[in-house]
């Protein structure tokens, strides 16, 4: 006797509301069916039966598979989660049955099966167990964005998917960074949103979608809409930005922008979208071309070493209304641009052009990290620099600082014009500090050509260091170990012994 064949599980995508829009596959599929199955609320009533009505026949079993709360709020002993997790067991048992008895199931979908929906809860308990097939559906962003009549993501582009219920500071983050950018399930996280969008800059652009392809759409701006009235099925759409209007808008500014040590994983949210804004890009040719190129941007780069110039082009920029984003590598006021614009700033004719800075990762901390934790106590940051400062000035500060036993970050360590400071900064060291003293050095940190070292003071060479090169010295309580799978690592403790 043969082993009894089970039935075949469909996960159905209907479209974002529009009969007309179902697939043919999702026809095919509901017209062969023996079992259709569909979420509801307590009220009975279900979109996804609604969409599909016309295909349903009256020798089809329906089951209903009704949600025991649609908030957190329950008095179920296991809280929100454990409702809809006994929930879920439950539905997933009633769809087995019919399985087991060699019944086909369609469990209808709104839009996709497997993009916020549903049908995704049943998949996972059952698609395993039985022959499944998922088809697909035209989703909701996808319907938003035709009504809307506006492209979402062109070229090098990306589109960002939330759910309106992240927390107000993750949503902020995440809109300030994002090309393109839908939010979903608004309802009662509408105002969060709202506020989301405006903190992070971006709610001039978002668009309202409500009930995409239905008979009861509604598409507006999205700050002019009344929270009262906003259900669960609606949309916040930021479309691409390509064509996008930028230029002289009356409202000019300066962001000085800190783009960290290296590359994208560097960047902080609040730059990403800083960048992403600028009509203007200003900056040091090398800096520069680690921001992506956007449609309508201008970028103005020029060489290292004209910080005062550079910044009062920005400015100038910014007087004619323009935003202006002044990028800098790691952070803007660490021996960067964010001085040199602040000093312009600060004489006329620049005094009311807005200035704002927006800090970075910068190379001590990129480098120590790298190693452990050599910052761990109190340190000192010093430029070897002389370009702008006499090395009588610097040699005092590392003797200062030196005596006062505190860790030393060294920054502009050398260049090809500048070869003799850091022979002549160990001489100074070690006047105070012990030859086996922990040295680091990090090059080129985050980039392709990363290179860490740990060696002892009285072993630094200056032929190995370069204008690339970040040095962290330790101080007489730094530490080295090696660890178990023969790491290297450096400490200074947080605890300094008494006097």
Known sequence: MSEQQTGRLYGVGLGPGDPSLMTVRAVEVIAEADVIAYH?????????????????RP???EERLVYP?????TDHPGGYRGAMEE?????AARLAAHLDA?????????????????????HKRLADRYPTEVVPGVTSVSAAAARLGAPLVEGEEVLTVLP??????????????ADAAAVMKLGRTFPAVRRALERSGRLADARYVERATMSAERTAALAEVDPESVPYFSMAVLPSRVDAPRGASGAGEVVVIGLGPAGPLWLTPEARGELAAADDLVGYTTYLDRVPVRPGQRRHSSDNKVEAVRAEFALDLARRGRRVAVVSSGDPGVFAMATAVLEAACEDPYREVPVRIVPGMTAAHAAAARVGAPLGHDYAVISLSDRLKPWEVIAERLRAAAAADLVLALYNPGSRSRVWQVGKARELLLEHRAPDTPVVLGRDIGGPGERVRI????DLDPAQVDMRTIILVGSSQTRTARRGDDTEVVWTPRRYPEA
């Open 59 to 61: 020798d089809h079993i």
């Open 455 to 458: 060696v002892r003071l009285a």
């Open 69 to 73: 709360v649609t908030t957190e709020a």
């Open 102 to 122: 060699g019944r086909t199931v369609a469990v209808l979908a709104e839009g996709d099966p497997l993009f916020y929906g549903s049908y995704m809860h049943m």
């Open 164 to 177: 309106g219920t992240l927390p107000e500071e993750e949503l902020t983050a995440r809109l300030a960074t």
């Open 87 to 91: 929930f879920y067991a439950d539905a």
């Open 40 to 56: 509801s609320a307590r009220h009975g009533r279900s979109i996804a039966r609604s969409i599909a009505e016309r295909h349903l």
